[in-house]
């Protein structure tokens, strides 16, 4: 039996089938968040007002310092996303990096806009998800 058609076998599997999905999906909602990620960099970079100022606590930067974090998170995950899509190797790996770090940032953004940081906390999950699905798969 030769590589390509044991290849072909698996993508025709519904294994192959579910990790394909996957691995689309995960692109997708990586280059997704990402985007937002950017518009939210942009957005706190740009206009320092846009965010309520809450409480003081423990992981408190200035805005502008906020936005540099998420504009360069956002613009990594998209390149990242892209790669998943592209079905290169490296991008699973860095994928489930970008999505832990992208979880973290909005967890210690969430004072300033806690509604939006639950959400992307929560997509980031599903990406981490996704992509240890794709590796424990392969």
């Known amino acids: 039996m030769s590589t390509t058609s044991s290849h072909r076998d698996y993508e025709n599997s519904t294994k192959g089938a579910w990790a ?4 689309a999906f995960a692109g997708v909602m990586l280059a997704t968040l990402g985007a937002f990620q950017a518009l939210q960099g942009i957005a706190a970079i740009a206009d320092d007002e ?22 360069i998170l956002g613009v990594v995950a998209i390149a990242t996303g892209i790669g998943i899509l592209a079905q290169q190797t490296w ?8 999505a832990f770090l992208s979880a973290l940032s909005s967890f210690a953004f969430m004072p300033y806009y806690p509604f939006w940081s639950i959400t992307i906390l929560a997509f980031d ?7 240890c699905s794709i590796l424990a798969n392969d």
């Open 50 to 71: 846009v965010y309520v100022r809450g409480i003081k606590y423990a992981y408190q930067f200035d805005l502008t310092t906020w936005g540099w974090i998420h504009l």
């Open 91 to 98: 991008a699973n790996a860095v994928g489930i990096a970008i």
């Open 20 to 23: 394909l999905g996957g691995a």
């Open 125 to 131: 999950i599903f990406v981490i998800w996704a992509l």
